[in-house]
């Protein structure tokens, strides 16, 4: 059975309409990209899986529970963690206070401060630059790090599908290298599924895995990424677009 | 000299309590509550029997100061957290605007229903009359409840200081404060986030409240409005939203209404709130974000 299920969904702001009848699947472990330009409807597609804003159409189900319309938190404490567009780390706060806001889902079981703290070192291990830098501002990270940051906070939600809206958006190629790194050795450790949006193809035909190709709020291709990388559907799909990426 | 500082103290300590009042739902919520001056007098009126008489009949007046404080502090956060639940929850995804008006809306409905219970009429109260006797600090005479009111704001600003930054519920208040969405995303729950700050809000009410209560030694339906006026401006000069700024601006803003007492010539002294708000448009004029600026202008729930 398939761990989220996306179906016909639509999404509209207004009389614009963002998404129109979108329908995918994601088994338990896999990994999928969602790729496509500029206005794609994808980050659209992400903010309705989250809960933040509700489809105008459509249903999307979560661990075989409907979670359509529901609230942001609940789908966080059902295992969906969502890494948005932009990072979106809490500046004020400490790094150490970003991770751990992450852990709120545990305060009904008592001892969330033994939890918090064993989760703390998981994702130190997997990020020693948070550990070294724990007590500063993450306002004052650099981009690269700020984007371990929200990935070690999604973590901490202990979550079974992580959903991250374009990892690579403002970093130097090496650096998206180590984030993807990273990615992939959770995934591999903790039996992840991953839902990564990026703009470019690239990176899903290097990383492997399942790609969407996304195109004026429809989906194009859905397919085996380095299959489609072969395929010159791809770049008929993508207008020439995919020059210039890293 | 140290009479004017000790005014200042507490003067300020009331806008700053205000200000806070103000600053902690403006940070999660982005709402403007101009009820919470409503919300100080309706504790206040709960030290007294609904009756339209003109003599007030005491009721919470007369309990033990033990009592007293943790009933009129829970008076206010119940009125506050209902404020929440009956009417703000169901603006939360209107524009600030809408929710201003709201609130305004909410303070009239307050206010009338008080005068429907009190009549308009003040009514003179002796609360914990042994406060007013006279102390003597570093050799200023001061009454003992200036005294108690300066030593009780700065703690419970200390406390409240402590509870934001070291516990599981101030960390989660200050995510939201900056980014309610994406607080939400890591599963901190809006609602009790939300009603934790009006809980906390309207407490601080009801300390306004007493220290109102016993330092004028009357109940009038007009005695939130005038701090809430100042408490207001303390947390714009402040930065909306950002908790010190409020603190901080409500000190400073008390310090210049006390001072400017002092030093206008006498036949000023009636315009001297022309005086303190001139300073803040100045202030306003120089830093328009305010003098601490608060994080997370994103979006709220
Ligand atoms: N909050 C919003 N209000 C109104 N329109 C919006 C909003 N967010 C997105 N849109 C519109 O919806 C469409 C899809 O935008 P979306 O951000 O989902 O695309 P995207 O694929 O994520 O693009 P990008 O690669 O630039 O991030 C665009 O036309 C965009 O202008
Ligand atoms: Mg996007």
């Not at chain 1, 330009?37 to 979560?62: C, E, H, Q, W, Y």
């Not at chain 2, 004028?216 to 700024?245: K, P, R, W, Y």
């Not at chain 2, 005086?275 to 974000?289: E, K, M, N, T, W």
Request: overall charge positive; charged content about 15%; cysteine-free.
């Amino acid at each position: 059975m398939s761990l989220l299920a996306v179906s016909d969904v639509t999404i509209r702001y207004g009389r614009l309409t963002a998404v129109r009848e979108v329908a995918f699947t994601l088994a338990e472990g896999e990994i999928l990209f969602i790729t496509g330009p500029n206005g794609a409807g994808k980050s659209s597609l992400m903010r309705a899986i989250a809960g933040v804003t509700p489809p105008a159409g459509g249903r999307i189900d979560f661990g075989g529970a409907e979670i359509t319309g529901r609230a942001p938190e609940d789908i966080a404490r059902m295992g969906l963690s969502m890494v948005p567009e932009g990072r979106d780390v809490f500046g004020s706060l400490s790094i150490e206070e970003n991770l751990i806001v992450g852990t709120g889902m545990h305060t009904r079981e008592r001892g969330w401060r033994v939890r918090a703290a064993s989760a703390l070192e998981e994702v130190y291990d997997t990020f020693p630059i948070l550990k070294e830098r724990r007590h500063s501002q993450a306002g004052l990270l650099s981009g690269g790090q700020q984007q371990m940051l929200v990935i070690g906070r999604a973590l901490m939600t202990n979550p079974r599908l992580i959903a991250i809206d374009e990892p690579s958006l403002g970093l130097a190629p090496n650096i998206t290298d180590q984030v993807y790194e990273r990615l992939i050795g959770l995934r591999r450790h903790r039996k992840l599924t991953l839902l990564i949006v990026e703009q470019s193809s690239t990176r899903a035909m290097m990383v492997g895995g399942r790609m969407i190709l996304m195109r004026g709020g429809q989906i194009l291709l859905d397919g085996d990424a380095q299959a489609m990388g072969q395929s010159e559907a791809l770049q008929a799909a993508y207008f020439g677009y995919a020059e210039g990426e890293h | 000299m140290l009479q004017v500082l000790f005014d200042a103290l507490s003067l300020g300590s009331l806008y700053a309590l205000g200000a806070l009042g103000i600053a902690l739902i403006f940070g999660v919520m982005r709402l403007v509550n101009f009820a919470h001056g409503d919300v100080i007098a309706f504790a206040v009126f709960a030290l007294l029997w609904p009756s339209v008489d003109a003599v007030a009949i005491v009721f919470a007046g007369k309990m033990p100061w033990f009592l007293l404080i943790p009933f009129i502090l829970a008076v206010g956060a119940g009125l506050s957290v209902l404020s929440e639940v009956v009417v703000f929850r169901r603006f939360r995804h209107a524009s600030p605007a809408t929710m201003m008006i709201a609130s305004f809306a909410l303070g009239f409905v307050i206010r009338y229903f008080l005068l429907m219970l009190f009549s308009s009429r003040p009514k003179s109260i002796s609360l914990l009359p042994a406060l007013s006797q006279p102390v003597e600090v570093l050799g200023a005479r001061m009454p003992l409840l200036q005294l108690i009111t300066i030593v009780a704001t700065l703690v419970m600003l200390t406390g409240l200081s402590v509870f934001v930054r070291r516990t599981r519920f101030g960390l989660e208040m200050r995510a939201a404060a900056e980014n309610f969405t994406m607080a939400r995303m890591l599963g901190v729950r809006a609602n009790r986030v939300i009603m934790g700050a009006f809980a906390l809000s309207g407490a601080l009410a009801g300390a306004i409240a007493i220290i109102l209560g016993s330092q004028t030694g009357t109940v009038d339906i007009q005695m939130g409005g005038a701090v809430m006026l100042m408490a207001f401006i303390a947390t714009v000069i402040g930065g909306l939203g950002s908790l010190e700024g409020a603190v901080l601006a409500g000190f400073l803003i008390g310090a210049a209404s006390v001072v400017m007492q002092t030093v206008l010539p006498p036949e000023a002294r009636p315009f001297r709130d022309a005086f303190v708000y001139g300073a803040v448009i100045l202030v306003l004029l120089f830093r328009p974000q305010g003098l601490i600026a608060a994080r997370g202008t994103k979006e709220r729930v």
